[in-house]
């Protein structure tokens, strides 16, 4: 781990915080400095993504696929098989040994699908943490499933009441806790946005993923002509695109969530024109908001990609161009689910469909010598209900209902 740390990336980052949270931030910095050093921390790392995580994840010939398409070779990396189903557990697992190793004996985590949470609360059962996790009361009744894995493995959910009651309300109250007990806590944030040095951190921990996909394609022999991940704050992007940034090639593609129109309140895409610089939850990045600054209403298939604000790496690539970003719908979502499940046997979550349709459309449009590589940042067993909804309602419908009667 050995990527130069950054306090702001272009115009983006920073550190915009209340005084309170300025000494452990300064703390939290010096020991990720420190940790960037040590083989001893590398080598724990490397042990638990081996046994626990189980890495490395496979790099998938799509050959289905890519003899249906006609165009360039079509590559997965299966990142949806890391343990609880998605990359977020990388991350996890990075910041919960360096909480131990600054000897913090308490987790707080925001989340909102869960996703992060599930992660979070794995870990700690792990490696023997307290947990606790805030989620929006909102987010609590949609979200059942995570809630219940996360109490599963011992942590202590807590309803968020204030404001809309979703995701940034639970990042506001998981920042207050961390303020009053910093002495103790750490507070692990799930994507690779935050005050510095969050987005550091986050990807230095997520960029095991770019690492270990650099090597496969080494390995395949592969002529890769671009990399595609979909980007919600965007850690499983930057991490997938860590290895590369410095370099000119391949093409480095982020895929938002375009939901159901490019009109406020429908989409979640910050890139391309439609967010704003502003300062949001600590740091400067590209955010949808209105005219007063007030953080507008977002939209997505896919839980995890609903953010309003991108993480300020991404935005600072997209603005130099390095990264390319596009948009996918809601339908062109979905459609990528049928079409890797029904081809390749691999049921994408919604999330990193988007970057599955985005890679689809690459692919057409490249020769058959060059090779296109997605990220599959997680699997889609946790979106069977929303799935199920859109593809085969009234049946479900009908099971629900009769389970309903049996509890
Ligand atoms: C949370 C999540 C995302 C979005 O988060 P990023 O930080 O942008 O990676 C994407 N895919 C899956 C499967 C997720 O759980």
């Not at 750490?186 to 690492?211: K, N, T």
């Not at 997505?300 to 390319?324: F, K, M, T």
Request: charge should be negative.
């Amino acid at each position: 781990m050995s990527e130069p740390y950054h306090d702001y990336f272009g115009d983006f980052g920073g550190r915009y915080v209340a005084e309170v949270l300025r000494t452990p931030l300064d703390l939290l910095e010096a020991e990720f400095a420190a940790v960037l050093e040590d083989d001893g921390f590398r080598a724990d790392f490397d042990r638990i993504a081996a046994q626990f995580i189980g890495r490395p994840t496979p790099l998938l010939f799509a050959e289905n696929t890519t003899r249906a398409l006609g165009g360039a070779q079509v590559y997965v990396k299966l990142e949806g098989l890391a343990h609880t189903g998605a990359h977020k557990i990388n991350n996890a697992v990075g910041q919960v040994l360096l909480a131990k190793r600054m000897g913090k004996r308490r987790i707080i985590a925001e989340t909102g699908a869960g996703q992060h949470g599930v992660a979070t609360a794995a870990v700690c059962a792990k490696l023997g943490m307290p947990c606790r996790v805030y989620m929006g009361e909102v987010d609590i009744r949609r979200q059942k499933p995570n809630v219940f894995w996360m109490q599963m493995y011992g942590a202590e959910v807590v309803s968020v009441t204030s404001g809309s009651r979703t995701l940034k309300d639970a990042v506001n109250e998981a920042l207050r806790d961390w303020a009053a007990s910093f002495a103790d806590t750490h507070y692990v944030i799930g994507s690779a946005l935050g005050p510095s040095p969050y987005p550091d951190m986050v990807r230095e921990f997520q960029s095991v993923v770019g690492r270990e996909t650099e090597r496969q394609i080494a390995d395949a022999g592969i002529d890769v002509a671009a990399l595609v991940a979909c980007v919600g704050g965007g850690s499983n992007a930057i991490g997938f695109f860590a290895p590369w940034l410095e370099r000119e090639s391949p093409r480095l593609v982020g895929v938002e969530a375009g939901g159901t129109s490019d009109e406020v309140g429908a989409h979640a895409a910050r890139m391309g024109g439609l967010g704003v610089p502003g300062i949001v939850q600590g740091y400067k990045s590209l955010f949808l908001l209105d005219d007063d600054g007030q953080v507008q209403p977002t939209h997505s298939i896919s839980a995890g990609l609903d953010y309003p604000g991108i993480g300020p790496q991404l935005a600072a690539l997209g603005q130099s161009g390095r990264v390319e970003f596009r948009r996918a719908r809601d339908q062109e979502a979905l459609a990528a689910v049928k079409h890797f499940a029904s081809r390749e046997g691999v049921v994408f979550a919604l999330e990193s469909a988007h970057g599955g349709a985005a890679a689809l459309d690459i692919a057409r449009e490249l020769p058959s010598d060059k090779a296109v590589v997605v990220n599959m940042s997680g699997r889609g067993d946790k979106d069977l209900f929303i799935m199920a909804g859109e593809l085969d309602r009234a049946s479900w419908k009908e099971f629900l209902l009769s389970e309903g009667g049996r509890l």
